[in-house]
T-cell receptor, first 117, second 111 residues
């Protein structure tokens, strides 16, 4: 069974640009969550999508957005990139999400390493 | 946001020794998860805990959900070199997938 797949693995962008990251969940998983990992702040929750609807949102500015498609695949977009957005962006999938996320642990992909110069 | 205190920050142990690490929270959690992350990879789920007092094992790993619901610990018995990595705890206060992560415990196993 294939795991969570994230593309691309590495990205280098310039300040002010925008970027789109992609995530394919484990087959059968319907919830996708996004996390940002940095040395200073650790792992921080961005948002969760379940059944194409955003269910939870972390404390990040509106420049960070996402969406989920009918096949459960998800994309995350960051607009007007800042140097501080350099991080490892991790996608995690689980069977269920939102209020149905009981006994449904997160399984992570290997992330997209974003560098903003 | 929620604060998860994970300790110790790092450990250097001899191969064969047992390891213990823990996480404490300022809030009550409904779920505790433990992960291991190797360089350049995403966190890998080790153990999931869903009930206060629950004790769960996965091979040489054992984790417990504290009865106060504000803490959890992970034990590794008879450590081996491949146990090297960073271990994270994660807790959730609601039924969604918004988890708060500890700052990690870096484990080094000396052969």
């Amino acid at each position: 069974k294939a795991g969570v797949t994230q593309t691309p693995r590495y990205l280098i962008k310039t300040r002010g640009q925008q970027v789109t990251l992609s995530c394919s969940p484990i087959s059968g998983h319907r919830s996708v969550s996004w996390y940002q990992q940095t040395p200073g702040q650790g792992l921080q929750f961005l948002f969760e999508y379940f059944s194409e609807t955003q269910r939870n949102k972390g404390n990040f500015p509106g420049r960070f957005s996402g969406r989920q498609f009918s096949n459960s695949r998800s994309e995350m977009n960051v607009s007007t990139l800042e140097l501080g957005d350099s991080a490892l962006y991790l996608c995690a999938s689980s069977l269920f999400g939102g209020s149905q996320a009981v006994n449904s642990p997160l399984h992570f992909g290997n992330g997209t390493r974003l560098t903003v110069t | 946001g929620q604060q998860l205190n994970q300790s110790p920050q790092s450990m250097f142990i001899q191969e064969g020794e047992d390891v213990s690490m823990n996480c404490t929270s300022s809030s009550i959690f409904n779920t505790w998860l433990w992960y291991k992350q190797d360089p350049g990879e995403g966190p890998v789920l080790l153990i999931a805990l869903y009930k206060a007092g629950e004790l769960t094992s996965n091979g040489r790993l054992t984790a417990q959900f504290g009865i106060t619901r504000k803490d959890s610990f992970l034990n590794i018995s008879a450590s081996i070199p491949s146990d090297v990595g960073i271990y994270f705890c994660a807790g959730s206060t609601n039924t969604g997938n918004q988890f708060y992560f500890g700052t990690g415990t870096s484990l080094t196993v000396i052969p």
